[in-house]
């Protein structure tokens, strides 16, 4: 997916304006007023903003040019529903809204079918989360959703896990200096973080020092997951006998990793 190519839809990226503060705020005046010529140079002027969202779905195989127009959409509902005395950055309100609607775009083109209930769901959460961040300029809580929709925060959940585009192991999420991060490198492996790895080589390194039966005791109680019953049945002792030397074993243990 090009999305580093200078030019998209038409526009050249590299020559698209920057607004000074100062700027925005005289041209949100005039479209408050509704100076058509204003809204024009506020949209060019935060192009930049929806080149920066649609580098978030470079992992997607859509087309840069359609992302970047559907983004734009955004942009536009962002600066037509704008409430400039709320006191909030218009960035801070318009990229939740980009974003919003480039996953919906990715939803209804999504080639795997979910069921018609759990898209009904997931609209009228979508429509309600965009209701009120109209309204307070912030992104509601599941629970605000439920309690405005009358539904279940569960299936809430469940509908919009559904309708979500897959995620290859080998999207890329960052790139930076020709090094790439990929979706596989942000998940983590709870069977084999190092912190788990490095604790198993010294309790092995402490097994060591145990005694051979002690030892045995150990690796069939805690590695194989026998019994001290069962234990005892198989080296053909009591299983008092077992019971006490594994506690000995687990002190020895202890002591060597303190």
Not at 47 to 73: A, H, M, T, Y
Not at 99 to 110: A, C, P, Q
Not at 231 to 243: L, R
Request: glycine content about 6%; overall charge negative; some cysteine.
């Amino acid at each position: 997916m090009g999305l580093n190519k200078v030019e998209i839809c038409g526009v050249n990226t590299a020559k698209l304006p920057v607004l000074k503060h100062e700027e925005k705020e005289e041209l949100f005046r005039r479209i408050k007023e509704g100076d058509t010529d204003a809204r024009e140079r506020y949209i060019k002027g935060n192009l930049r903003l929806v080149l920066s969202v649609i580098k978030r779905f470079s992992g997607s195989n859509e087309n840069p040019d359609d992302l970047f127009q559907i983004g734009c959409i955004g942009l536009i509902k962002a600066i037509d529903n704008f409430d400039t005395s709320l006191n909030v950055k218009f960035s801070t309100y318009a990229v939740p809204m980009i974003i919003g609607e480039i996953r919906r775009y990715l939803r209804d083109n999504n080639s795997i079918r979910v069921s018609r209930s759990l898209r009904d769901t997931a609209y009228k959460a979508i429509n309600a989360r965009e209701l009120y961040m109209k309204n307070n300029l912030k992104e509601p809580t599941i629970s605000e959703i439920s309690e405005e929709i009358g539904i279940p925060k569960e299936d809430i959940v469940m509908a919009m896990d559904a309708i979500q585009s897959p995620v290859s192991l080998y999207d890329p999420v960052y790139t930076e200096g020709g090094d790439t991060l990929y979706v596989m490198d942000q998940i983590s492996d709870k069977k084999n973080k190092e912190e788990n790895w490095i604790e198993d080589i010294a309790i092995k390194e402490a097994m060591r020092h145990l005694e051979d039966r002690e030892r045995y005791i150990v690796e069939l109680r805690f590695y194989e997951g026998k019994t001290q019953m069962e234990v005892a049945q198989e080296i053909g002792i009591s299983q008092a006998q077992v019971s006490r030397l594994e506690k000995s074993a687990l002190k020895n243990m202890r002591y060597y990793l303190s």
